[in-house]
């Protein structure tokens, strides 16, 4: 049996497109801290990690069970973007992402009561010059505030900004789902 440990409805949609057979497993929210030296994938990977060994502390897991958790960051000028707070860090994250490549990283651990193995993806987002009329239109209308770098880019702003990106389109969704179908198969 598969358990995808996550309530984003962005990754559940992509599980269930891919074909694979799985079943939701909601997780209590942690607070997403990681030592202060970890960098690009490695943060994604660390909370990947941390989400996994808190839900197998908090339920019991069968033994024929694989448990998929996973966290995706922006990256930008040698720091991560989080998830806003608000609408204006929400308008702050867009004007500062406008014009630029950042980096878009997800972490996917996959762990049983026996094993654990962990893999990241990694996709270039390159932004147009977004005016400030679409970014409070975007922020306003979709309220980006549960999403890394405050976009979706299925959502409005990836129709209108998005130049181009160079990798997953589905791991800036939040899933690399060509990557986890294939470590699925040989974990």
Same mark, same amino acid.
């Given at each position: ?116 193995? /962990? +893999? ?8 147009? &010059? !977004? ?5 409070? #239109? ?29 990798? /997953? +389109? ?8 060509? &990557? !986890? ?5 040989? #974990?």
């Amino acid at each position: 049996m598969i358990l995808l440990a996550s309530q984003s409805p962005r990754r559940i949609e992509l599980m269930q497109q891919a074909g694979i057979q799985f079943k939701i497993q909601h997780i209590v929210e942690i607070e997403e801290v990681y030592p202060s030296g970890l960098k690009r994938e490695e943060i994604p990977l660390f909370i990947a990690r941390l989400k996994a060994k808190n839900l197998f502390h908090s339920i019991n897991i069968p033994d024929d069970t694989v448990v998929i958790t996973a966290d995706t960051i922006v990256w930008l000028n040698d720091r991560v973007l989080c998830k806003p707070e608000n609408r204006e860090e929400a308008v702050e994250m867009l004007q500062t992402l406008s014009a630029k490549m950042h980096y878009v990283f997800t972490g996917v651990c996959l762990t049983t009561n026996h094993k654990q193995h /962990s +893999f990241f993806d990694e996709t270039k987002v390159f932004f147009k &010059k !977004l005016t400030d009329d679409e970014i409070t #239109f975007y922020v306003d209308r979709y309220k980006p505030y549960d999403k890394a770098g405050a976009y979706g880019i299925q959502e409005w702003i990836g129709y209108i900004g998005i130049e181009k990106i160079e990798g /997953s +389109f589905y791991n800036v969704m939040g899933l690399p789902i060509h &990557k !986890l179908y294939s470590e699925l198969h040989i #974990f």
